[in-house]
Every structure is written in C-alpha cells, then in structure tokens.
C-alpha cells in the first residue's frame, strides 16, 4: 500500500514539480488544487492520506484552510501539513486554530518527510 498524497498549492509550477518528485519517490498524487474551495472538494471526496498545504496560497490563508481540510476527512485517516517556501520558525500564524499541524519546508519536501511525518505520530501507512 502506498501514501496517498493531496496538494494544495497557487504556484502550478511548483504543483507539477512537487507531483514529479512525490511519484518518483513512492508516493501517490491523487489529486492536486490551486485554492481552497476546490481542495475541499476535491479531499472530501478523494480522503487522501495525507494533504499539503501551502500556508499561503494567493488571497487565501493555508492556515485557515487546514483545519477545514482536517474536518472534511474527519482527521483521524488523514494528515494535513503545511508547507511553504520560507522556514517555520518565520511564519506567523495570524488565527490561531487551536490545533497544531505539522510543517514541511518545501525545501524539504520528499517520499521520505511525508513518511515520517506518519512516523512522528505513530500512525505509518506501510511503505510502497
């Protein structure tokens, strides 16, 4: 069984780039979207195993889009994590959620983080 991966991204560039990496290192792409109301959509009916969020997509805020994405997969099968191109310790989340999500530098971004990002919960899928 593999992780199944969904991305949430304005830059399609980066989408592409990020689908390309992912698949060759294991990982499947079940979906991608450039704003929040089609990723709701689309997660809601994909449920993948987990969802990248880029914290800012345009106009919208990732980190208000994250616990709506949570909520449509019902949390517990699924995993959201933030990503952005600049480090956590420099993004300010401006509403707070109450929930803490975990964050990937898109620098970071691999098959191997988004597995240990399973691992860190003890929650693994197996891997492909």
């Known amino acids: 069984m593999t992780v199944r ?4 991204d304005d830059n399609q560039e980066f989408l592409e ?3 390309r990496l992912l698949e060759a290192e294991g990982i499947t792409v079940v979906g991608i979207a450039s704003n929040g109301a089609e990723a709701l959509r ?6 993948p195993d987990v969802t990248l969020v ?7 805020s990732g980190f208000d889009l994250a616990p709506r994405l949570a909520a449509a997969t019902d949390g517990a099968s699924s995993r959201v994590i933030l990503i ?4 956590e310790g420099d993004l300010v989340d401006p509403t707070p959620t ?15 983080a ?10 693994a899928p197996p891997d492909a």
């Not at 109450?98 to 191997?112: A, N, V």
């Open 17 to 19: 780039a990020a689908r």
């Open 84 to 87: 952005s191109t600049y480090a």
């Open 42 to 47: 689309r997660v809601a009916e994909l449920r």
């Open 98 to 112: 109450g929930r803490t999500f975990q964050f990937l530098s898109k620098t970071d971004l691999s098959g191997r």
């Open 5 to 8: 991966c969904f991305i949430v």
């Open 114 to 123: 988004i597995r240990g990002a399973f691992r860190s919960r003890a929650e």
């Open 54 to 60: 880029d914290v800012n997509l345009g106009e919208e």
